[in-house]
């Protein structure tokens, strides 16, 4: 077993998809120790170290890295489509001097390996399943141009650190991931918690942004978490890889299995004056497969049925 009785450092290991990563490394015989800054720990699992400090900060950063074999880092800003452009360059500076910091960091205290994430808006607009060396040095559209030359710039910063370091690096390019312990705050929420809640909450008007065509490519989090830990074992050679499901899905067929699962029974009201993205987003995924053996095993419906259940039991409680 790859991680068994290994030490894994998973920065943002408070939040949503840190959680999930140090569950499944948990579930792999590894040991975790999670960067708790502002938020205590979902898991209570008493296996599991914590260290305290802000990764923002050389001197914490560093001191989280000690006798770590392997770094998931999976800290960062996040933000809504409605976010100000303004409020988006706040994100995009933290999260340019958090990442540079683990990556030193990283490459100072000799971790063997280093996950990082990229994500699918570095790519441009495309209308078919777009593969890793597509990029072809494009801009994303404007709604992702500052996030994804952001992640573009993390692969830049990697890609520096494997050649003149020790450190293995991976970098997978994540689609849309959902699932429970996502940010339901519907200041910052992402289309998937923001309808849920919603839905669950019995809104009506149901109102949806968008024109309910828009397709994308949606992955629960235990299906990603997954993917995450194959390619830091199996592919940490900094090259990306696609890790989605693999197809697209409508808002609209979202929104009404969302709505199915809720018991909430409302004419959704698709509202294309609202900020949206583009049009489609789905990627090829068949690297994750042949060099990972990467597959998804929870079908979108499966899975956001799972997630309505499981946030309304926390909203009952």
């Known amino acids: 077993m790859f991680f068994q009785h290994r030490l894994s450092l998973v920065t943002g290991g408070t939040g949503f998809i840190g959680t999930h990563l140090a569950q499944a490394l948990l579930n792999a015989g590894g040991r975790v120790r999670l960067a708790v800054h502002q938020r205590a720990p979902i898991i209570s699992d008493s296996s599991v170290e914590t260290v305290h400090g802000d990764l923002a900060d050389p001197q914490d950063c560093l001191r989280a890295m000690q006798g770590v074999q392997f770094v998931f880092h999976a800290a960062g800003a996040v933000s809504g489509v409605g976010v100000s452009p303004e409020d988006a360059m706040a994100g995009i500076v933290k999260n340019l001097n958090l990442t540079a910091q683990v990556l030193h960091a990283a490459w100072a205290a000799k971790v063997e390996r280093i996950l990082i994430f990229s994500s699918s808006t570095v790519y441009p607009a495309t209308d078919h399943p777009i593969r890793e060396d597509e990029l072809c040095e494009q801009p994303p559209p404007p709604s992702y141009l500052g996030y994804g030359r952001m992640r573009r710039y993390f692969e830049h910063l990697a890609e520096f650190v494997a050649s003149r370091s020790t450190v293995k690096v991976a970098l997978v390019r994540p689609t849309a991931v959902y699932g429970p312990y996502d940010d339901f705050d519907p200041s910052r929420s992402h289309v998937i918690p923001a309808l849920v809640r919603k839905a669950v909450e019995k809104a009506n008007p149901f109102e949806v942004w968008g024109s309910g065509n828009e397709m994308r490519d949606f992955l629960h989090v235990e299906d990603f978490a997954r993917g995450c830990l194959l390619a830091i074992e199996k592919h940490a050679v900094c090259d990306p890889i696609n ?8 808002i609209r067929e979202v929104v009404e299995t969302i709505l199915k699962a809720a018991g909430h029974d409302v004419s959704p009201r698709f509202d294309s004056s609202k900020p ?6 789905t990627v090829d995924t068949s690297k994750a497969r ?5 597959e998804p095993h929870i079908p979108i419906e499966a899975g ?13 409680s």
Do not use: C, E, K
């Open 276 to 281: 949206t993205t583009i049009p489609i987003r």
């Open 290 to 294: 042949r060099v990972l053996g990467f």
């Open 304 to 316: 956001l049925s799972d997630l309505v259940h499981w946030y309304a039991a926390r909203a009952a």
């Open 243 to 250: 890790i989605g499901y693999g197809s697209a899905v409508s």
